[in-house]
């Protein structure tokens, strides 16, 4: 595992990051959020990713923190400027570069690959199954969208070349993994968080869009009930997120990307300053 993951040239960065727009289509759309949680239990049912959690974050007293972190990060990838991206993603390798234990890092590429494909997956899963699947080309969604692994530290030629290649990574990925009881543990606290019980209705919906998204096997590994009255719940919930979206004019859908870079930039910049003084106080 690489100490120091290797990072596209300046000039590279620029050329890759000038071609967006399929991407930052697909982005833009309020209804991808809904696969937030999929995507978040999909990552901890890999063990790495679950241990890095697990072993080097506060998930108890801020389980959000690496939901929020990780979209976070997407969206300045996705619709800020080079420089932009350049400096979050230099700060997001260097906490990755803190994150290492038995049998992970947090700057392995197949780990960084993992994470980025669980969100590629995910936004593909909404397109497909909610909107309107001719918007976005699928191939061209994928090929834009393995930039986030690679400005990270995982290369193109890491990555799988085309999206059927995609598609036979996460069936091969997602048919060995096994959830641990740190990956459970961590999803708990994302799932049923005890110091934001406020927000319990909110969080009611959010589990049962998540169990309706994720794969049977994962749902059942998290052990997350799913019954006859919960299927139909979930699916009146979809339907109507699907029939909202297909009624809103898009101008009215999507927030302005530069707000969405700023309050991004934002939380990441707060996140960073929190674990820096967590670490100094830790080693005081």
Not at 173 to 180: G, I, K, M, P, S
Not at 194 to 211: C, D, Q, S
Not at 227 to 237: E, V, Y
């Given at each position: 595992m690489p100490a120091t993951p290797p990072i596209p040239t300046p000039e590279r960065l620029t050329e890759r990051l000038a071609d967006r727009d399929v991407l930052r289509t697909l982005a833009a759309e309020p209804l991808v959020g809904l696969a937030a949680g999929r995507a978040l239990l999909m990552q901890l049912a890999h063990p790495g990713v679950a241990a890095g959690v697990a072993e080097h974050s506060d998930f108890a007293d801020r389980p959000l923190a690496r939901l929020f972190g990780t979209l976070d990060f997407l969206l300045v990838t996705t619709f800020g400027t080079p420089e932009q991206v350049a400096r979050i993603a230099a700060k997001v390798r260097g906490i990755h570069g803190t994150v290492v234990g038995d049998g992970y890092s947090g700057n392995d590429p197949g780990l960084q690959m993992w994470v980025n494909a669980t969100l590629i997956d995910s936004a593909l899963y909404i397109h497909e199954t909610l909107m309107r699947p001719r918007d976005t080309d699928p191939e061209e969604y994928y090929r834009q969208?393995?930039?986030v692994a690679e400005v990270l530290g995982c290369p193109l030629e890491a990555q799988p070349p085309d999206l059927a290649a995609f598609r036979a990574y996460m069936a091969e990925?997602?048919?060995?993994?096994?959830?641990?009881d740190a990956g459970r543990e961590v999803a708990?606290?994302?799932?049923?968080?005890?110091?934001?019980?406020?927000?319990?209705?909110?969080?009611?919906?959010?589990?049962?869009?998540?169990?309706?998204?994720?794969?049977e096997h994962l749902r059942d590994a998290y052990g997350l009930k799913w019954?006859?009255?919960?299927?139909?719940?979930?699916?009146?919930?979809l339907w109507?997120?699907?029939a909202g979206h297909r009624v809103t004019p898009r101008f009215l859908r999507r927030p302005p990307q530069p707000l969405l870079v700023r309050l991004a930039t934002h939380r990441v910049n707060r996140t960073l300053s929190a674990r820096r003084a967590r670490r100094r106080a830790e080693s005081a």
């Open positions: 969208a393995r930039i990925t997602l048919a060995a993994l096994e959830v641990t708990n606290a994302v799932l049923w968080p005890r110091k934001l019980r406020i927000l319990f209705p909110g969080l009611v919906v959010f589990r049962l869009v998540t169990a309706a998204l994720l794969p019954t006859p009255g919960r299927r139909r719940a979930a699916g009146l919930l109507s997120a699907s």
